[in-house]
Every structure is written in structure tokens, then in C-alpha cells.
């Protein structure tokens, strides 16, 4: 409906959530419905230019025109236009002229599907946001009819440092936005159509019982439900033999090894609480204090996946985060717990003496009760 409303809209979710396969689904979608030239850019590639804008809009002018359908991008005039285009030294409007320039030659109106818009920092984002909104009056004749921005945030959180110190908010930056659409976790039917897809495929079968279990991990979480998925089908070598029914109990022993695997998704998680505004939120809701942090901080932890509103109030998002999460925030007390400590209850080889540590709690706990 926003499509043919011709609306420029925000999609955003966590990483690895689906964005990217949902985006490239949408593009196939219009493209075989034939009333629209869909086209899907990464714009990842402007990242490592940062606040060179004119490498940045190079590279996703290149990005753009090696998407475009061949048949359409080999038309003579257009491949003349393109090079005059790519050449200019005008990069504050050149990203605009390029699209005006694509609209105008294609006899279908033009949506423009962009990936990764928040990896552009500074003056590159404000100028991709700034040339966008430009056009928007002159859609779709002469600009994309419609554009999807995708992300891990919301654009009002973006707060975008110019190299002139200047801070300057997503919103503001792209006003002509009519909604922000954020992708869901997967429900429990969900969870049971993917399973089941593997059971079609392999004759593994999963007990009833482990559907419930993998939501109270994961909450639906997409790249979770299916890391555990891969964790106890495959990287359990004793369940590789599809024979195998997978239980609760596979279940239990999947997620403790994936937690320590630190795969790149929960690595990445590790880094965003290195970022102060995410520490606040998560130490304030660990410790039961009284929040000491904005609502912005606030939506921005919840755009990140990291928690999530219910009616008994913030919680983190799963459980498999929440066990990540308090052990990510100790990791530096756990590794040097032994270098400052010496308690009588740790065996020379690192392991708990038991019976040691049961007595000196006992002896603590009658002394001071």
C-alpha cells in the first residue's frame, strides 16, 4: 500500500533479523509483477569513505547502476549519461541527478529498495538524506516513485556529527518519511513451519515440547532460532543421523554451546554494550535502579533487539541474552578474579572446591544470622 501510495518509508530490525532477504523477496516480488522497476542497493559500500562524500556517492552510484537490470542499463544515451555523471565533481547533487536521470529513462516508475542507509556516518549520510529529500517533488516522473531506507535503527535515532561538530538528527535530515515499519520476531508457528521444513527435508523429527522451549530462548528472535536450529542438528556431531529425535534436553546442551561460541551475531552484541547509552539502560535494569538514562537511549536498546517492552515492564529481550549480556558486563572482574583473589575454595587447576566453599558459606551464614 505504501508502494502505490508512492511514500518514502523506513524498514528497520536487529541484525540478522531477515532485512536483507526481505528487501531482495520485495525486489523479485514487484519486478515479476512487472508495474514497477524495483532495484535493491547496498549502501554499505559509502562506509568506508566516511566524510568523503565524493568517494562515498561514487561508490554508491556505482552500487546503484550494477544492480540496474542489463537490458535497461545498456541503452546507449543512458550509458553516455551515466559516465558524464560519474565524472562530475558536484557531489552534493550528483546522487540526485543520477536518480532523476534513472527515472526519466525507465517507462516503469522506479522503486528504490536501500540497504545498510545507517552505516553512512556524517556529512555523507546528511548529504545521501539531504539528496533524496530533494527529489522527493519531482517522484515518479522524474524521481523513484517510491524508497525504502533499511537499517538496524529508526532514523529519528540517528544523531549524525557533521565535520563541522554540528549535530544534526535523522528526522530532521529526512523529513518527507511516512512511517517506520520494524520487522517482528518469529511466533511460535513460525518456529514450527522452519523446524518442520528440516524434518521435510531430512526426516529429523523435533519432540513437541522443544517449540516452547526454543521461544523461551529465543523470543523469536530470527538469527537465534536458527543458529540453535544449526547447533543441535549439525554442529552436535552425535545428531547428525537424522534417525536422531532432537529433545529438550539437545536443546539445553545447544544453547549452552552456542553462548560460548561467541558467533559473529553475539559478538556483535558484546560490542554494543561497550556503547555508553546501551550500558546505562542494561546496568540500570540489571541492578533494579531507577533509570538513569533518556527515552532515546531507551528506544535505541530496543531498535538494537538488546530488550523489549511488556507489561510488567523492560526486560531483556531472551533468555540467551540474558545470560550473555551479565557475563559480557563481569568479563574483565571474571578473568582477573584470580589474580586478585585467592580463595581457599579454588583448586590449583581453576576448579571449585565444593565441599570447601559449602562449609565457609555455612560458617558466614551462622555467624551472621
Known amino acids: 500500500l505504501l508502494i502505490k501510495q508512492k511514500k518514502y518509508f523506513i524498514l528497520h530490525a536487529p541484525r540478522q533479523t531477515g532485512?536483507?532477504?526481505?528487501?531482495?523477496?520485495?525486489?523479485?516480488y514487484l519486478n515479476n509483477k512487472g508495474e514497477y522497476l524495483a532495484i535493491y542497493a547496498n549502501f554499505e559500500v559509502g562506509q568506508a569513505s566516511r566524510n568523503d562524500i565524493n568517494g562515498a556517492i561514487a561508490g554508491i552510484i556505482r552500487e546503484i547502476k550494477n544492480r540496474i537490470p542489463k537490458n535497461f542499463i545498456n541503452h546507449d544515451k543512458m550509458i553516455e549519461a551515466f559516465k558524464e555523471l560519474e565524472n562530475s565533481s558536484n557531489y552534493t547533487s550528483v546522487?540526485?541527478?543520477?536518480?532523476?536521470?534513472?527515472?526519466?529513462?525507465?517507462?516503469k516508475p522506479i522503486i528504490l529498495l536501500i540497504d545498510e542507509i545507517d552505516s553512512l556516518v556524517g556529512d555523507t549520510l546528511i548529504s545521501v538524506l539531504r539528496q533524496i529529500r530533494a527529489g522527493y517533488d519531482k517522484r515518479p516522473a522524474s524521481f523513484p516513485s517510491s524508497i525504502i531506507l533499511c537499517g538496524v535503527r529508526d532514523i529519528k535515532d540517528y544523531r549524525i556529527?557533521?565535520?563541522g561538530q554540528d549535530i544534526v538528527t535523522g528526522g530532521s535530515a529526512f523529513n518527507i518519511k511516512t512511517k517506520s515499519l520494524r520487522l517482528g520476531n518469529f511466533s511460535k508457528e513460525d518456529v514450527i513451519n522452519l523446524y518442520t521444513q528440516h524434518t521435510l527435508e531430512t526426516g529429523q523429527r523435533f519432540e513437541?515440547?522443544?517449540?516452547?522451549?526454543?521461544m523461551d530462548y529465543t523470543d523469536g528472535q530470527p538469527w537465534l532460532v536458527n543458529a540453535l536450529a544449526q547447533e543441535v542438528t549439525y554442529e552436535m556431531p552425535e545428531n547428525r543421523d537424522p534417525s536422531v529425535t532432537?529433545?529438550?534436553?539437545?536443546?539445553?546442551?545447544?544453547?549452552?554451546?552456542?553462548?560460548?561460541?561467541?558467533?559473529?551475531?553475539?559478538?556483535?552484541?558484546?560490542?554494543?554494550?561497550?556503547?555508553?547509552?546501551?550500558?546505562?539502560?542494561?546496568?540500570?535494569?540489571?541492578?533494579?535502579?531507577?533509570?538513569?538514562?533518556?527515552?532515546?537511549?531507551?528506544?535505541?536498546?530496543?531498535?538494537?533487539?538488546?530488550?523489549?517492552?511488556?507489561?510488567?515492564?523492560?526486560?531483556?529481550?531472551n533468555s540467551i541474552y540474558k545470560e550473555i549480556i551479565p557475563?559480557?558486563?563481569?568479563?574483565?572482574?571474571?578473568e582477573n578474579f584470580l589474580?586478585?583473589?585467592?580463595?581457599?575454595?579454588?583448586?590449583?587447576?581453576?576448579?571449585?572446591?565444593?565441599k570447601t566453599l559449602l562449609t565457609l558459606f555455612k560458617d558466614f551464614w551462622n555467624e551472621n544470622t
Open 327 to 334: 557475563r559480557e558486563l563481569t568479563k574483565l572482574g571474571q
Open 161 to 163: 556529527q557533521t565535520s
Open 208 to 214: 513437541d515440547t522443544c517449540y516452547d522451549l526454543v
Open 339 to 354: 589474580s586478585l583473589f585467592r580463595p581457599v575454595w579454588v583448586k590449583s587447576d581453576g576448579s571449585i572446591n565444593v
Open 95 to 107: 546522487l540526485n541527478e543520477f536518480l532523476t536521470l534513472l527515472s526519466e529513462y525507465s517507462d
Open 19 to 28: 532485512k536483507t532477504s526481505s528487501m531482495l523477496a520485495l525486489q523479485e
Open 246 to 317: 532432537i529433545t529438550p534436553q539437545m536443546l539445553e546442551i545447544a544453547k549452552e554451546r552456542l553462548i560460548l561460541s561467541r558467533q559473529t551475531h553475539l559478538d556483535q552484541l558484546a560490542d554494543k554494550l561497550e556503547e555508553d547509552r546501551v550500558r546505562r539502560v542494561i546496568i540500570s535494569m540489571i541492578l533494579g535502579k531507577m533509570p538513569d538514562y533518556s527515552k532515546d537511549d531507551e528506544e535505541y536498546c530496543i531498535d538494537l533487539g538488546l530488550i523489549k517492552k511488556t507489561i510488567e515492564g523492560l526486560q531483556i529481550s
